[in-house]
Nanobody, 116 residues
Framework: QVQLVESGGGLVQPGGSLRLSCAASGSIFSIYIMGWYRQAPGKQRELVAQITSGGGTTYADSVKGRFTISRDMAKSTMYLQMSSLKPEDTAVYYC??????????WGKGTLATVSS
């Protein structure tokens, strides 16, 4: 069974940076479009970035120019480099295939808190 383990979250001041990692078991990155999603307190989960098996990327307007999604196929790891962070970026971040209905399982996520 595929497992996804997110890490790298933490507390950072506005304007700071974090790099999130997603370690996956199996060859999920070569099979699915993969995405980084986030869920802020009291809000629905949203897709913030995605990367295709060919390496093409797209971003939500709210993070475009500030976040960069990438992956290392040899390490079965996907990354989300987050820069110029804002308080509204505070959320639990998850990696998961896109669209979400291709896999039921979700990892535990990693919490990123942007606060002074």
């Amino acid at each position: 069974q595929v497992q996804l383990v997110e890490s790298g979250g933490g507390l950072v001041q506005p304007g700071g940076s974090l790099r999130l990692s997603c370690a996956a078991s199996g060859s999920i990155f070569s099979i699915y479009i993969m995405g980084w999603y986030r869920q802020a307190p009291g809000k629905q989960r949203e897709l913030v970035a995605q990367i295709t098996s060919g390496g093409g990327t797209t971003y939500a307007d709210s993070v475009k120019g500030r976040f960069t999604i990438s992956r290392d196929m040899a390490k079965s790891t996907m990354y989300l480099q987050m820069s110029s962070l804002k308080p509204e970026d505070t959320a639990v971040y998850y990696c998961h295939p896109y669209p979400t209905n291709v896999m039921e399982y979700w990892g535990k996520g990693t919490l990123a808190t942007v606060s002074s």
